[in-house]
C-alpha cells in the first residue's frame, strides 16, 4: 500500500460544477497535512494547508479526517483555471520530511 | 512570500558529463533543503534531504555518489548530478521549509535532459 493515495483521475468537470477528491494516508502519526497544485512542468504550488478542524479559503474547502486517515479537497464554483495536478502531502510522522501522493488530474471544461 | 531561486531552469546534456543544479533561498535562512524529482505523471519523489553544514541524507536507492549534495551556507544548497545518462532525464526540484509560514517553498524546478 502506498504512503499517500489518490485517485489518478483525470476529473473531468464542466466549469461552474462543484468537485471534491479525496487522499488516504497510511501513517497515523503523520501530523501536517496539505493540499498543492501543480501546473504542466511547473513546481507545486502550496494551495492549503489542513488543519483538524476542516478549513475553508474561498472557493476551496478541505477536510482531514484522523479515524480513517483521509483529507478531502472540495471545490465550489469551479473555473477554467483550476484545471491543474492537485497533489495531496502528508509529513512523514514528527518530521519534516513530506510523503507526495501522485496528483489527481482535474480538467475543467467550458 | 519566501523564495526559493532554482537554477537552471533547463538544461541538456551528453551521457556521461556531469550538471551542477543551485537552489537559493532569498530572504530567509534554510538550514535544511529537500531535494526531489519528478519523472512524467509520477509525484515527486524525495531524493535527499541537505542539511547546512553537514552531510546530506540520502533516501533509500539514491546514489550518494551519483548526485552530490553540497549545502555550505544557510542560503544555498546544490545537487550535481554526475556522470549524467539519459535515465537520469527528470524534473528536479528543491524545496525548503520557510521559518513561521506554512508549507513548503519550492524552487521553480530544473528539467534535465540528458541525450
Known amino acids: 500500500r502506498k504512503e499517500v493515495e489518490q485517485d489518478p483521475g483525470p476529473f473531468n468537470v464542466p466549469e461552474g460544477a462543484t468537485v471534491a477528491f479525496n487522499c488516504t494516508y497510511s501513517?497515523?502519526?503523520?501530523?501536517?497535512f496539505f493540499w498543492y497544485r501543480q501546473d504542466c512542468r511547473k513546481e507545486p504550488k502550496l494551495l492549503m494547508s489542513v488543519y483538524s478542524s476542516g478549513n475553508e479559503d474561498g472557493r476551496f474547502t478541505a477536510q482531514l479526517n484522523r479515524a480513517s486517515q483521509y483529507i478531502s479537497l472540495l471545490i465550489r464554483d469551479s473555473k477554467l483555471s483550476d484545471s491543474a495536478t492537485y497533489l495531496c502531502?502528508?509529513?512523514?510522522?514528527?518530521?519534516?520530511?513530506?510523503?507526495w501522493g501522485a496528483g489527481t488530474k482535474l480538467i475543467i471544461k467550458p | 512570500g519566501a523564495v526559493v531561486s532554482q537554477h537552471p531552469s533547463w538544461v541538456i546534456c551528453k551521457s556521461g558529463t556531469s550538471v551542477k543544479i543551485e537552489c537559493r533561498s532569498l530572504?530567509?535562512?534554510?538550514?535544511?533543503m529537500f531535494w526531489y524529482r519528478q519523472f512524467p505523471k509520477q509525484s515527486l519523489m524525495l531524493m535527499a534531504t541537505s542539511n547546512e553544514g553537514s552531510k546530506a541524507t540520502y533516501e533509500q536507492g539514491v546514489e550518494k555518489d551519483k548526485f552530490l549534495i553540497n549545502h555550505a551556507s544557510l542560503t544555498l544548497s546544490t545537487l550535481t548530478v554526475t556522470s549524467a545518462h539519459p535515465e537520469d532525464s527528470s524534473f528536479y526540484i528543491c524545496?525548503?521549509?520557510?521559518?513561521?509560514?506554512?508549507?513548503?517553498?519550492f524552487g521553480s524546478g530544473t528539467r534535465l535532459t540528458v541525450v
Open positions: 530572504d530567509f535562512q534554510a538550514t535544511t
Open positions: 501513517n497515523s502519526a503523520s501530523q501536517s
Open positions: 524545496s525548503a521549509r520557510v521559518p513561521g509560514e506554512d508549507g513548503y517553498t
Open positions: 502531502v502528508v509529513n512523514k510522522g514528527s518530521n519534516y520530511q513530506l510523503i
